[in-house]
């Protein structure tokens, strides 16, 4: 039956006939077998068998997926951690348009035997082919770019290589390429080349399915699930929509298209070859890597050996559906898991901005990042696992770009010149730009040209997609020649070729005999075709264009794809205008030298050289707290960030009060905004200011210039340094110094009546009801309500140990007991107290603690006792503190000392955590500098999250109800109680 120009009828309706057919009679055949089990074992061994074909074509679809995981694509994903899991929706919906395309791209090699490129080479003008070849070069360099600059972050990363050196080692994949790549050559080294692109695949996929398993318990997999739906978050904010735009539009890579349209022939070549259809020339001018040679007796050009080549239909029915399910296997099971585990990782890791490598700056989400955050967060190891996805995608993708470039280059061009010179050219374009990045900016430079590549690459994709749908649509281009016999094969024994039958004139078809063969075997395939002259005269073609249906649906995906990355293009350019309108004044205000310490109206009077006291302490940090909306889009909020990161690089007090006497981390703690990006930046700006005013203090380096009367001291320089604790009313300290002592470096651990260890020793105190405080001042020292947290740490002393009677434990400030009854009660082998206040030991020996049996009182300071203990080489189970100390240098520089020293290795220390306790923003901070100078001991800190037993407001503190009523210092202000648990690393 023939359709209309010698047509069978159109391929879904041939496709739907055939499928019928076979089903019907797989169907009756079935239903013969009388037996469940038979027929269970018949299905069985069906399915067995299909399994075992669908192997054979395994290949292919993983060598184009490579596409779908290579640096460019981390790149994009780590860009869009900031929405966390978000964006996953939109990297499925672009793996959908990807796969689509990708399945037309490999249509076009299985029906036409020939790659995208041979086909514009044949059937577009050529000045559109050649435009078009050179659209796609410039697509096959930037995505080498983006390769070579994986490589070499990886190489950076694992084997601590220069970057330049890395660059120009990147070369190796090419080399590889070269030596190993042969299309044309045996299927087993084919497969071979395929099997060792596949183990790089599955190293990558390997190494992010351990990353998922390292971050999800701190994963919230809901919000992971969630993030595969779409969010009203993403289209009502700019950036979200710019971003999702970017995925949709450069994760389809243009050589892909090439790829998965050229790695197909071999497979149905090898069919053909094996069942007798297709029989190649016998004299072939061969390839060397960089030389051509011939024989002499054939004169015929390299690119028209196999142009003669025509897949049967037998071979297309064979590998069509397979090749196409296992593309679809390898984009789903290998490119969308990547890509989702890049992305997901990325969100757990990069969603809030760090400052992770001491550079007291926010980093920039990229590789070395993302690498850094999770050596940092996770482990070594994490960071080792992804650096090496990295390197493997790297060389993966730098493999099959090599072969897309080769493909590109024959087919549109067929230009003669030897596979290493193609590749090494191909290859020494995208080096240079590499080399001259590194060369001139570096890391931050590499990190650049990458996402550049990332765009370049998204606005050639249309230039390559448009002719693949025409070339898809065109009936004459995709006809497919059958034989109307009713036979099953065309198998000639003779080998003979039969060249293109003339469907008008009617001519019979010539012969076409390999040179090898005799006399004898020619007369007997001619006796064979003698005798079938009849069926040759019935030959028909099956029409394998598009329908009407797909050819829409291909020409919607590409004006999707347009205009994303139109939209792309306007909403960045729109995001550039919102930073201008935010950004650019304020950076004018700073570069006129206005310090950012100003309030605004010291600013208004330094510009205009006025000289008066002003009235408001607001400053613009202040400003920018107080006014922050409470529902921002993400765009703002980026903006909003990046002028707090202004203020705070160009001095900008984190803990400058204003008239209310609050901090810029107050007023959004007052707002509700405790724990935003916001909050963050002002205890990340606290932690940095803090570390570096320590290291100035510390050093005691005088910075001398050539003229000796220029001698600069450390205090000048620190002099506008934020302290860590700010002075709450000064003017109050000045007239009343013992109700607060806080220092200049504001690093006091006990806030009390001495601003001395001897000083307070000699302060008089009693017990009241509930509450240690000093006899004269009535300052808090120690109270009732702390035995909530004195039992946290309790537990904590005990937690490594399963004997509790043989432990042995020290604790560092008796005050009212509260943690020593605990102690006590757990009847501990040893337990130390140190205690070096006349009226406490008093209590104690009152109270009975002398005479316990296991009980060892520690007299006098434990700068003094301590080292005896060491001495006499007396360690513990448990060590708890909480006990005065002049500063916190005081614990960082004496006590971690003798805590590495007396804590068994399985030992616990913790201690009462009250450093910064009145206000909560420099309680967090401390709380990170405490994890920072823990780490350089050797020891892991563990932060457990408690409700305060109390909290009250200041101006309630002498309520009936209050815990601080006849209190005149309050010590404790924040809701939150970090819990410390301290062990060797």
Not at 168 to 196: K, Q, T
Not at 243 to 250: D, K, N, P, T
Not at 776 to 804: H, N, P, Q, R, T
Not at 928 to 934: E, I, S, T, Y
Request: aromatic content about 10%.
């Amino acid at each position: 039956m023939q359709g209309p120009d010698g047509f069978l009828p159109t391929s879904d309706s041939f496709n739907e006939t055939i499928s019928h057919h076979h089903f019907s009679n797989w169907f009756r055949r079935y239903s013969l077998l009388t037996d469940p089990s038979s027929r269970s074992k018949n299905l069985f061994v069906h399915s067995v068998r299909i399994l075992c074909k669908f192997v054979k074509y395994i290949g292919p679809g993983l060598m184009v997926s490579v596409a779908y995981m290579d640096p460019g694509n981390f790149s994009s994903s780590i860009a869009s951690a900031q929405f966390q899991y978000k964006l996953l929706f939109s990297l499925v919906i672009s793996n959908i348009m990807a796969g689509f395309l990708q399945i037309l791209a490999s249509k076009l090699g299985i029906c036409t035997g020939e790659d995208l490129a041979a086909n514009c080479r044949k059937h577009l003008p050529t000045k559109i082919n050649y435009i078009i070849y050179a659209f796609a070069e410039i697509s096959v360099i930037a995505t080498d770019v983006a390769e070579i600059i994986g490589t070499a972050i990886a190489f950076n990363i694992i084997f601590k290589i220069p970057l330049l050196v890395g660059v120009l080692l990147s070369i190796i994949d090419m080399l590889l390429v070269i030596m190993a790549y042969r299309p044309d050559g045996p299927m087993v080294l084919l497969r071979i080349f395929e099997g060792f692109v596949s183990l790089l695949v599955f190293g990558t996929v390997i190494c992010f399915a351990i990353e998922l398993g390292k971050v999800s318990p701190t994963t919230n997999w809901k919000d992971v699930a969630r993030g595969f739906l779409p969010s009203r978050e993403i289209f009502a904010d700019i950036n979200g929509l710019y971003l999702s735009a970017a995925l949709l539009g450069s994760n389809l890579m243009p050589h892909s298209l090439y790829l998965g349209s050229g790695v197909v022939q071999a497979r149905m070549k090898a069919f053909d070859i094996k069942k007798g259809h297709y029989i190649r020339p016998l004299e072939k001018k061969r390839q060397g890597l960089f030389t051509f040679t011939s024989n002499e007796d054939n004169n015929e050009d390299l690119d028209s050996l196999d142009e003669d080549y025509k897949p049967s239909i037998h071979a297309i029915n064979e590998t069509m559906s397979y090749t196409i399910a296992e593309l679809i296997v390898s984009l789903i099971t290998v490119a969308l898991f990547v890509n989702a585990a890049i992305l997901i990782v990325a969100g757990s890791a990069l969603s809030t901005p760090t400052d992770d490598d001491g550079d007291f700056a926010l980093e920039t989400a990229d590789l070395f990042t993302l690498h850094q955050l999770l050596s940092t967060h996770l482990s070594k190891a994490a960071g080792s696992v992804f650096a090496f996805a990295l390197l493997c995608s790297g060389l993966c993708g730098g493999t099959v770009v090599t072969i897309a470039g080769q493909l590109i280059m024959e087919g549109h061009c067929n230009m003669q010149i030897p596979p290493g010179i193609k590749r090494i050219i191909t290859r020494t374009l995208a080096l240079i730009p590499c080399v001259l990045v590194v060369v001139a900016y570096g890391r931050e430079g590499l990190s650049a040209v990458l996402n550049a590549s990332q765009v370049v690459l998204s606005f050639m994709l249309p230039f390559i997609c448009a002719p693949l749908i025409y070339l898809t649509s065109n009936r004459d281009i995709m006809k497919v020649e059958i034989f109307d016999d009713g036979s099953k094969s065309t198998n000639f024994e003779g080998g003979i070729e039969l060249n293109d039958f003339d469907t008008q004139t009617g001519k019979v078809p010539t012969l076409d005999f390999p040179s090898s063969h005799s006399n004898s075997e020619v007369g007997s395939c001619n006796d064979h075709i003698a005798e079938d002259r009849t069926y040759t005269q019935h030959r028909s073609y099956k029409n394998m264009s598009n329908s009407k249906t797909t050819t829409i649906a291909a020409v919607l995906s590409q004006i999707l794809d347009y205009a994303s990355i139109i939209v792309s293009a306007y909403l960045q350019k729109l995001l550039c205008e919102q930073e201008d309108l935010y950004l650019k004044p304020l950076k004018t205000y700073l570069k006129a030298g206005i310090p950012a310490t100003y309030t605004l109206e010291e600013a208004y009077n330094y510009e205009n050289d006025i000289e008066e006291e002003p009235a408001s302490t607001t400053t613009p940090m202040h400003l920018i707290c107080e006014n922050i909306p409470l529902d921002v889009e993400k765009s703002e909020k980026e903006v909003i960030l990046k002028m707090m990161e202004e203020l705070w690089l160009n001095g900008a007090g984190w803990c400058l009060v204003n008239e209310k006497n609050e901090t810029p981390a107050c007023i959004l703690l007052r707002r509700g905004l405790h724990g935003s990006e916001y909050w963050d930046s002002c205890v990340d700006s606290g932690f940095r200011a803090e570390v570096v005013l320590r290291k100035l203090n510390s050093s005691n380096v005088e910075f001398l210039s050539d003229d000796e009367n220029d001698q600069i001291e450390t205090d000048d320089i620190t002099e506008n340094i934020p302290e860590l604790v700010e002075e709450i009313n000064p003017q109050i300290q000045e007239e009343d110094p013992s109700k607060t002592n806080n220092s200049n470096d504001g690093t006091n651990m006990y806030n009390g009546p001495a601003g001395a260890t001897d000083v307070y020793l000699k302060t008089p105190l009693e017990y009241r009801e509930g509450a240690l405080v000093t006899k004269e001042g009535a300052d808090g020292v120690m109270m009732e309500w702390e035995d909530k947290l004195m039992k946290a740490g309790c537990d904590s002393l005990f937690s490594s140990i399963e004997d509790e009677e043989s432990i042995n434990i020290l604790n560092m400030g008796f005050g009212m007991g509260i943690i020593d009854s605990m102690i006590q009660s757990r009847k501990p082998q040893k337990h130390y107290i140190c205690e070096a206040h006349p009226d406490v030991l008093k209590k104690m020996k009152a109270d009975g603690w002398y005479e316990k049996p296991n009980v060892v009182v520690l007299e006098g300071k434990w700068q003094d006792t301590l080292p005896d203990l060491l001495t006499k080489g007396i360690f513990f189970d448990g060590i708890y503190y909480d006990t005065f100390s002049e500063t916190y240098e005081d614990m960082v520089e004496d006590l971690f000392d003798l805590i590495v020293g007396l804590l068994k290795p399985s030992g616990t220390f913790s201690f009462f955590n009250g450093l910064g306790a009145d206000r909560l923003v420099c309680y967090e901070v401390y709380k990170k500098v405490v994890d920072l100078d823990l780490s350089n001991y050797g020891l892991q800190v563990k932060f457990t999250e408690m409700a305060a037993p109390v909290t009250t407001l200041e101006e309630n503190d002498q309520d009936d109800n209050s815990v601080w009523k006849d209190i005149k210092r309050p010590y404790w202000r924040c809701p939150i109680y970090y819990h410390p648990e301290v062990r060797f690393m």
